[in-house]
């Protein structure tokens, strides 16, 4: 079969990317300051659960604070307890057997009203994760977009998985079709609280699964924002339950339970194991065993060439290292470079990296803001003190005496032990590595020298090493010449594996099937002697 012959499984048809916002233009910068303001005004509300389509208090809660301004309450969000958990699963089994029978078509239209909502609301949502998770202009625009692009994304696949598979013979009829698994949790985290926690919510939903939406603390109003677009799709009562919380007192619960048939989460490497071998117990009372699709970070590599466009690579380690200030699961935290052009590679970067501006993230000048809170503040820090013991300390930059928000400045490191404890964990903040590597079998070693397998990247004019760094750069998103951050639905199916994930590629064209089960009927139609006639052959 020839390539032009081939079904194209990378795309979807129809499918276009929701085009982000244009901030050059002067008419763009006033609604995002409007949305900013207008969501200042909202700070301090209230923001209940939500389990069978009814609002519900709950005698503990979450106070959102904002990372840039820590005095900052923006909100209070009920905190469910287990029993609410509990009963917002019995409310997704009981949804559950009616949403199936809904045609997919009809469910994938609930995804396009979620989709244009978002769109009609795209400022204020950005506003929303600007203030609550610390994130710039562009970095909060582009998360509507992908959000967005999940929605209308997974809406067409789902149509597209819909026609039966046949596969006949003489005197036999074959049918391949899927099933909705059941009630689904979905555990989601607080460094993409809109995107990911739509992605994964909106595919076991247009797959005919119910679900029980469990939030991280830390974004748990963008995750009501979600929940209020949700609700004005019009999807029918209890197939989508809004459960804030704390995670260690409802993770048992709500991945324990006999009646959740599939756990969805992404988060800590830490937290999606024991949630997978927590899921993998099975009690009397159960009927399925659990399916886990779990995405669990990464510590992710750029190795550049002695012959790379020097330009290019800096400004694509930087952006990898330290958008979102390194809080990005694909985010680059090592950078392995050829001897050859080590120096003069690291004195590039060095600039480049004193150049940042760190600030407060509603204001649009800064490259990266704050850190999430201040467990994430202090375990970062932990990590900085490591390596000034341990490796050669090649930028520091001290926010220490900015105590209005969880400010850390960028930190690069030269690693002189490559199994040392900085050049394997998963910082998950502004901490580079920058390591050695005497040529490019070395940087392949030394890239693949962790027990993950997220993302990765290479710059390069060779094509043997770039065709070198395709076989053997061990990762599930590997980017040539570019930066390492920044997926974009069907162009860039997401995720990894070794201990980054269990699971197919959110985005990607067989993401869905995981959330069903197909289903064969073989009917024989050789049957012996006569059929009986039918009324109309009479």
């Known amino acids: 079969m020839s390539t032009e012959d081939r079904p194209n499984l990378f795309h979807v048809q129809r499918f276009e990317n929701e085009p982000n916002t244009d901030f050059s233009r002067a008419e763009n910068r006033e609604d ?27 005698r503990s809660h979450i106070i959102s604070r904002s990372p840039s301004s820590k005095e900052t309450v923006l909100g209070t969000v009920a905190s469910a307890n287990r029993d609410q958990a509990e009963q917002a699963i019995e409310t997704a089994r009981r949804a559950w057997p009616q949403w199936q029978k809904i045609p997919a078509d009809h469910r994938a239209e609930y995804l396009e009203l979620i989709a244009s909502g978002m769109q009609t609301r795209r400022f204020e949502l950005a506003a929303w994760m600007i203030h609550e998770s610390g994130k710039s202009w562009k970095e909060a625009d582009a998360e509507v977009s992908e959000a967005i692009d999940f929605c209308r994304y997974y809406s067409l696949a789902m149509r597209d998985l819909v026609s039966e598979l046949a596969c006949d013979y003489p005197g036999e009829e074959n049918r391949l079709f899927y099933r909705s698994r059941g009630v689904a949790v979905v555990i989601a985290p607080w460094n993409f609280p809109l995107a990911i926690l739509t992605g994964m919510t909106v595919a076991a939903l247009v797959t005919g699964n119910t679900v029980v939406m ?6 748990s109003i963008v995750a009501a924002k979600l929940m209020e677009i949700a609700r004005d799709s019009g999807l029918p009562t ?7 919380g704390n995670g260690e007192e409802l993770g048992p619960v709500l991945v324990g339970s006999p009646d959740v048939d599939l756990v969805v989460f992404t988060g800590s490497q830490e937290v999606g194991l024991s949630i997978n071998k927590l899921a993998a117990e099975t009690v009397p009372a159960q009927l399925n065993v659990k399916k886990v699709i779990a995405e669990m970070g990464g510590k992710n590599a750029i190795i550049v060439d002695d012959d790379a466009d020097l330009d290019d690579a800096v400004q694509g380690v930087v952006n990898s290292a330290f ?14 470079v050829l001897k050859s052009i080590f120096d003069e590679f690291t004195e590039r970067l060095v600039n480049a990296v004193e150049s940042l501006v760190i600030g407060p993230a509603d204001d649009p000048g800064i ?3 704050p850190v999430i809170d201040q467990e994430a503040y202090d375990r970062i820090n932990d990590y900085i003190e490591l390596g000034a013991e341990e490796c050669e300390t090649i930028v520091s930059i001290d926010l220490s005496d900015r105590d209005d928000g969880y400010f850390i400045g960028p930190q690069i490191f030269n690693i002189l032990e490559e199994d040392s404890r900085l050049a394997q964990a998963e910082i998950f903040g502004p901490v580079l590595s920058v390591m050695k590597a005497r040529d490019m079998d070395h940087a392949l070693k030394l890239a693949n020298n962790t027990a993950y397998a997220l993302t990765g990247g290479v710059y390069s004019r060779s094509p043997k090493n770039l065709k070198r760094a395709r076989e053997e750069f061990l990762v599930g998103n590997l980017y040539l010449n570019r930066e390492i951050t920044g997926a ?12 980054s994930g269990i699971g ?5 064209p067989d993401y869905l099937q995981q959330f069903m089960l197909p289903v064969n009927i073989t009917e024989n139609t050789m049957r012996r002697g006569f059929a009986p006639k039918s009324s109309d052959e009479e």
């Not at 209890?238 to 804030?244: A, I």
């Not at 979102?324 to 090592?334: H, I, L, N, T, V």
């Not at 162009?491 to 594996?497: D, E, K, L």
């Not at 197919?504 to 990607?508: C, E, F, I, L, V």
């Open 238 to 244: 209890g197939v989508l339950n809004f459960l804030p």
């Open 323 to 336: 958008g979102y200030a390194g809080q990005k699961c694909s985010a680059c935290s090592r950078v392995i």
């Open 32 to 58: 995002m300051k409007q949305a900013l303001k207008d969501v200042e005004a909202l700070f301090g509300a209230d923001y209940p659960l939500n389990i069978d389509g009814k609002a519900q208090d709950s």
């Open 367 to 369: 490259d990266f803001g």
């Open 504 to 508: 197919s590629k959110a985005g990607g």
């Open 488 to 499: 974009i639905v069907q162009r860039h199916p997401f995720g990894g594996f070794r201990m």
């Open 214 to 219: 469990k939030p991280a603390e830390q974004s």
